[in-house]
């Protein structure tokens, strides 16, 4: 199946930073890619919608000045959690759809992150 | 009601035996079904994928889709202690660049 990785595994930071994740197709060209966060037995939450070449789309209750995503080329989006506090502290996921027969989506690795 | 409909289990089998898991949905859109695996602090790594209604079978894997009655299953045959993670199903209305929706995710243990 297709590869997307996300980059860094996980990351530890202090109160009132920014943290940068990054998510990469590496098989394939992704024009849209989707931002997730996971809590601790929780299914996954979808963020926003990030599209290539145009501002991301965020679910309700996201806070689109919190989390910045650019999505700047086909294979790269990077979300940019902003003046991080403990409470953001969670699982960040992305993913990918083909744009083809087959649709299934494809999933990074995931970032746990800890804010202290 | 929730668009999708998942038992969170969790759900304790011996090893060998055959799992079922399910979900039910509302939306009558829905056309693509998916189940992935996830294990803990890991990414959902995609198993079965399925369009429309029928079965789809992939070696201890077998996906059932159900539409008139809104319901998919996922089989698990001979199940190893391996198998043992989060099961997602996830479906969507049309192809390409639109999310994903998530079941909760039914929490799989298989004992040895």
């Known amino acids: 199946g297709a590869v997307v990785s996300q980059h860094p595994s996980w990351v530890i930071c202090k109160s009132g930073t920014s943290v940068k994740i990054e998510c990469r197709s590496l098989?394939?060209?992704?024009?849209?890619m989707f931002w997730y966060r996971q809590f601790p037995k929780q299914s996954l939450m979808l963020m926003a919608t990030?599209?290539?070449?145009?501002?991301?789309?965020?679910e309700q209750g996201v806070e689109k000045d919190k989390f910045l995503i650019n999505h700047a080329s086909l294979t790269l989006s990077t979300l940019t959690v902003t003046s991080a506090h403990p409470e953001d502290s969670s699982f960040y996921i992305c993913?990918?759809?083909?744009?083809?027969?087959?649709?299934?989506?494809?999933f990074g690795q995931g970032t746990r992150l800890t804010v202290v | 009601q929730k668009e999708v409909e998942q038992d969170p289990g969790p759900l304790s089998v011996p090893e060998g035996a055959i799992v079922s898991l399910n979900c039910t949905y509302s939306?009558?859109?829905?056309?693509?079904f998916m189940w992935y695996r996830q294990y803990s602090r890991k990414g959902p790594e995609l198993l079965m994928y399925?369009?429309?209604?029928g079965n789809k079978e992939d070696g201890r894997f077998t996906a059932q889709v159900d539409k008139s009655s809104k319901y998919i299953s996922l089989f698990i045959r001979d199940s190893q202690p391996s198998d043992s993670a989060t099961y997602l199903c996830?479906?969507?209305?049309?192809?390409?660049?639109?999310?994903?929706?998530f079941g909760k995710g039914t929490r799989l243990s298989v004992i040895a």
């Open positions: 939306n009558s859109a829905f056309q693509y």
């Open positions: 993913s990918a759809r083909l744009v083809l027969v087959n649709t299934e989506a494809f």
């Open positions: 098989d394939f060209q992704a024009t849209t």
């Open positions: 990030s599209n290539e070449g145009s501002k991301a789309t965020y």
């Open positions: 399925t369009y429309s209604s």
């Open positions: 996830a479906m969507s209305r049309t192809s390409g660049n639109t999310p994903l929706v």
